[in-house]
């Protein structure tokens, strides 16, 4: 069975850096993808970067080009997907999900195709 399990979130003032990290439990197979997501109360889970079993990344919004940088480890059926955020604004204040496609599947902003989900972690980001 795939688990996801995020930790790194916190509280953190505007400027400021945290890194992310996911660690997906028996996930094996290719390709694949996995993600971060974000989401305010209100809106709708937003995919914004995601790095697939090629090693290529993908950012969705262009706020976070060049401050979000995605990368994975892997040992095993093991993987573990960091989010290093650098300079960090209050709009970046959400729970922050990592998600997994189903082996087989490459990366897409269609959030539908990701099954496997973490439980979300905190990021609040103070002026």
């Known amino acids: 069975l795939v688990q996801l399990v995020e930790s790194g979130g916190g509280s953190v003032q505007a400027g400021g850096s945290l890194r992310l990290s996911c660690v997906a439990y028996?996930?094996?197979?290719?390709?694949?993808?996995l993600g971060w997501f974000r989401q305010v109360p209100g809106e709708a889970r937003e995919p914004f970067a995601q790095i697939d079993s090629m090693g290529k990344t993908t950012y969705y919004p262009t706020s976070v080009k060049g401050r979000f940088t995605i990368t994975v480890t892997q040992e095993g059926a093991r993987k573990t997907v960091y989010l290093d955020m650098n300079s960090l604004t209050p709009d970046d204040t959400a729970v922050y999900y990592c998600?997994?496609?189903?082996?087989?599947?490459?990366?897409?902003?269609?959030?539908?195709?990701?099954?496997?989900w973490g439980r979300g972690t905190q990021v609040t980001v103070t002026s």
């Open positions: 998600g997994a496609t189903r082996p087989g599947s490459w990366c897409s902003p269609r959030t539908e195709i990701f099954p496997y």
């Open positions: 028996q996930y094996a197979g290719s390709p694949y993808c």
